[in-house]
């Protein structure tokens, strides 16, 4: 299935702590699941590989600033250094790893009696991590990018990308973003292979 840009236009942002930036928001046909996922750029890229952030909807951490998570600093830290640097942010509707916002929650409240955001996961029927980036090939490729810089943890993401037909040339890390109550959350994602390298609080 082939995807098609929809729409295009204008963004002025600001962030909680007033940093601020414009980006040009690309809404798409055709996408796989027929959700509504966006992509926000910046650029032209400074290298002829534009650095990307596939970046999963995260409500509670994106709008309300939990701190139970490290979703809202990495999205704020993605959006700065793209700014800078010239690329994408893919922004997939794929609540609590794919499974849902209601669903994420009673996760939550397995992980208050000691499960891992994994182990809750499973205990509620659930895959550890159900997203699929199958729009985000098709948004990418919609866009003309076939060749990216990606801006994540996460091997699995670059592994699906490839698997999909988009060439990884970098994983460029994003930065631990620690607080006191999303340790175990940390610790948790290193036991399932991301590959978080420094800690910024």
């Given at each position: 299935m082939r995807?098609?840009?929809?729409?295009?236009?204008?963004?002025?942002?600001?962030?909680?702590?007033?940093?601020?930036?414009?980006a040009?928001v690309?809404?798409f046909?055709?996408?796989?699941d027929?959700?509504e996922?966006?992509?926000?750029r910046?650029g032209?890229?400074a290298r002829?590989?534009?650095l990307?952030?596939?970046?999963?909807?995260?409500?509670?951490g994106d709008?309300?600033?939990?701190?139970?998570?490290?979703?809202?600093p990495?999205?704020?830290e993605?959006?700065?250094?793209?700014?800078?640097?010239?690329?994408y942010?893919?922004y997939?509707?794929?609540?609590?790893?794919g499974?849902g916002?209601?669903a994420k929650?009673?996760?939550y409240?397995l992980q208050?009696?000691g499960?891992?955001?994994?182990e809750?996961?499973l205990?509620?029927g659930?895959?550890?991590?159900?997203?699929?980036y199958?729009?985000?090939?098709q948004?990418l490729?919609?866009?003309g990018?076939?060749?990216?810089?990606?801006?994540?943890?996460n091997?699995?993401k670059?592994?699906?990308?490839v698997?999909l037909?988009?060439?990884v040339a970098?994983?460029?890390?994003?930065?631990?973003h620690?607080s006191?109550?999303?340790g175990?959350?940390?610790a948790?994602k290193?036991r399932?292979?991301h590959r978080?390298?420094?800690v910024?609080?």
């Open positions: 995807a098609t840009i929809r729409t295009e236009l204008e963004l002025p942002m600001r962030f909680h702590d007033g940093w601020s930036t414009t040009d690309i809404s046909d055709g996408l796989a027929g959700r996922h966006l992509a926000l910046w032209p890229p002829r590989t534009p990307v952030r596939v970046h999963s909807e995260c409500l509670t709008v309300l600033g939990s701190a139970r998570c490290d979703c809202g990495q999205l704020r993605s959006v700065e250094r793209i700014a800078e640097a010239g690329g942010l893919l997939l509707r794929q609540e609590g790893r499974i916002l209601y929650l009673d996760a409240a208050d009696e499960l891992d955001t994994y809750a996961n205990a509620l659930y895959g550890e991590d159900e997203r699929d199958t729009v985000a090939a948004m490729q919609a866009l990018v076939r060749r990216v810089d990606l801006l994540t943890n091997p699995d670059a592994e699906q990308l698997a037909g988009i060439e970098a994983l460029v890390p994003t930065a631990a620690l006191g109550s999303n175990r959350y940390l948790a290193v399932h292979g978080i390298r420094s910024a609080q």
